[in-house]
């Protein structure tokens, strides 16, 4: 069974612009989460979709959106790119909603903003 | 603020030497996981946790839930390169819907 793919793995961006990750998760997992990475605030999570729905958010501001499509397939907005967006984006499937179920991650996108 | 902290930050230790990493809070968790994660990679989830007391062994690692479950441990019995890596804990509050990470041991395990 194929993991929990991220595309692009690499991106280089310059302040004020905007950025779409894509996250797949593994096949059949209905449930992705999005965290952030920094070397400072560690992993940090951004937000959960199941079945196309945010369930849960957490404390990061309205610049950062995503969307979750029937196909389960996700994707992460980051508008007015901010020096302090650099960081590692992780995407994590699961096969249930909540808290409690194992995730899986994927290997990241690493963005850097110039 | 981090609701998990994790110490020590940084450990880097020779092969066959045994080591504890410890994941304090002062928040109840419903359940606390561990992970380990290597460079370039996502995190890979090594065990939960869910009852008060709560001891599970995997090969050399040791995990232990507190009694109280504020905190967490996780102990490695002679030590081997391939442990190296970034060991996170992650709870689940008992109130609330997302898990929170800890700060993170970096351990290295020098040949």
């Known amino acids: 069974k194929a993991g929990v793919t991220q595309t692009p793995r690499y991106l280089i961006k310059t302040r004020g612009q905007q950025v779409t990750l894509s996250c797949s998760p593994i096949s059949g997992h209905r449930s992705v989460s999005w965290y952030q990475q920094t070397p400072g605030q560690g992993l940090q999570f951004l937000f959960e979709y199941f079945s196309e729905t945010q369930r849960n958010k957490g404390n990061f501001p309205g610049r950062f959106s995503g969307r979750q499509f029937s196909n389960s397939r996700s994707e992460m907005n980051v508008s007015t790119l901010e020096l302090g967006d650099s960081a590692l984006y992780l995407c994590?499937?699961?096969?249930?909603?909540?808290?409690?179920?194992?995730?899986?991650f994927g290997p990241g996108t690493r963005l850097t903003v110039l | 603020t981090q609701l998990l902290e994790q110490s020590p930050q940084f450990l880097s230790i020779q092969e066959g030497e045994n080591l504890t990493v410890y994941c304090n809070s002062s928040?109840?968790?419903?359940?606390l996981q561990w992970y380990r994660q290597e460079p370039g990679e996502g995190p890979v989830l090594l065990v939960t946790?869910?009852?008060?007391?709560e001891v599970k062994k995997l090969k050399r690692l040791t995990f232990q839930f507190g009694d109280a479950r504020k905190d967490s441990s996780l102990h490695i019995t002679a030590a081997q390169p391939g442990d190296t890596g970034l060991y996170l804990c992650a709870g689940a509050p008992r109130t609330g819907n997302q898990f929170y990470f800890g700060t993170g041991t970096s351990l290295t395990v020098i040949p």
């Open positions: 928040s109840v968790f419903s359940s």
């Open positions: 994590a499937s699961s096969s249930l909603a909540g808290v409690g179920y194992e995730q899986f």
């Open positions: 946790v869910v009852t008060g007391g």
